[in-house]
């Protein structure tokens, strides 16, 4: 007979799991909305991931909360119903954590073109499959929650792999985008943030998998399903984090801060002239004290407004370029002309 101490030792992080779970299953509605609404012209089978995702994301949800929902309302006082587990939420987890990896490992072979590490993603994104599928047959056999340590080994296999491809896919993107900087302030900005996107998101799955791991072999009390549950979430979010900000990689902090100055000035009518002063002075090999000659070139910018309506390019006000203030000379008109330094 279960005790009430054992009871909340595993309903407890239970419930905590399930509340981060609808957590982020709120973000998730709200991205995928952001996404369709902005999005419209993105590929098909990008917008059926996207939708498919959802889908997968609400019967996991569903799932969540009848495993949370049936021992405690509908089977309260039933000691069986409490000792017992679901097996939906792995094999939703496992899938959707598929999906979402076998996308990312799209996004490397288009950037890197590296064959051999979308395998690699692959096979482990594959293996975790496996492992989360099999982890759903191991709980429909052995349903109890003091016997999950019997079936470590499938379990171990689930969230190692999925770590592992976690990982490979954000060193593959972060060493790529590095390699690729311009050197250029304006685009190694946009880089910088894609870099900064994909690890956040990238090591988020990966800690939580690995954690999770580490807290179902350490405590077997179900400790680890506060990270177990909401693992789905976190992957869909990491995947529509990253498309919906695609609209913010094409605009620098530099040219927003430059958008909003351009915005706030007032449109000017009169423009200060640009002047070009060239330094001159007389031949050296004379006598007497050298002189010096300004010579002045004036090049007038005029408005766009005033140039609208006027069959010549700079308005009707527009004055050719011309010398404001003529180079003469001092001496006699015999004496030679002076040299540009």
Not at 3 to 30: E, H, K, Q, W
Not at 225 to 242: A, E, Q, R
């Amino acid at each position: 007979m279960l005790t009430d101490d054992s009871t909340a030792s595993r309903y407890g992080p239970i419930f905590i799991g399930v509340v981060l779970n609808i957590a982020l299953y709120g973000i998730m509605v709200t991205q995928t909305y952001l996404y369709f609404h902005v999005y419209k012209r993105d590929r098909t089978w990008m917008k059926l991931l996207v939708f498919l995702l959802f889908i997968c994301d609400t019967v996991n949800c569903c799932f969540d909360v009848a495993f949370l929902y049936m021992p405690l309302i509908n089977n309260f006082g039933d000691n069986d119903a409490i000792s017992r587990a679901s097996w939906g939420e792995r094999a939703s987890d496992a899938f959707i954590a598929a999906l979402v990896q076998f996308f990312f490992a799209w996004r490397v072979k288009v950037l890197t073109s590296n064959i051999f590490t979308v395998c690699v993603i692959c096979f482990c994104s594959f293996a975790q499959l496996c492992g989360g599928l099999g982890t759903s047959i191991a709980v429909v056999r052995v349903p109890e929650f003091v016997h999950f340590q019997k079936f470590q080994v499938i379990v171990i296999i689930w969230l190692a792999f999925s770590a592992v491809a976690d990982t490979i896919i954000t060193a593959a993107l972060v060493w790529h985008l590095r390699k690729n900087k311009t050197g250029m302030a304006l685009t190694d900005t946009v880089v910088n943030k894609i870099i900064r996107l994909t690890v956040q998101t990238g090591l988020i799955t990966a800690l939580c998998a690995i954690i999770d791991l580490i807290l179902f072999l350490v405590f077997p009390t179900g400790l680890h399903l506060i990270f177990n549950l909401p693992l789905s979430k976190l992957y869909t979010n990491c995947l529509m984090s990253s498309l919906n900000s695609r609209a913010g990689w094409q605009y620098s902090e530099s040219s927003q801060a430059m958008s909003q100055n351009v915005e706030r000035s007032e449109p000017v009518r009169s423009v200060p002239r640009v002047r070009n002063v060239n330094m001159l002075k007389s031949d050296s090999r004379r006598q007497g004290p050298q002189e010096i000659y300004i010579d002045v070139e004036s090049h007038e910018m005029v408005d766009v407004v005033d140039m609208k309506g006027s069959s010549f390019p700079g308005g009707d006000g527009y004055v050719p370029d011309q010398k404001v203030a003529p180079m003469t000379h001092s001496r006699a008109s015999d004496s030679p002309p002076p040299h540009v330094v």
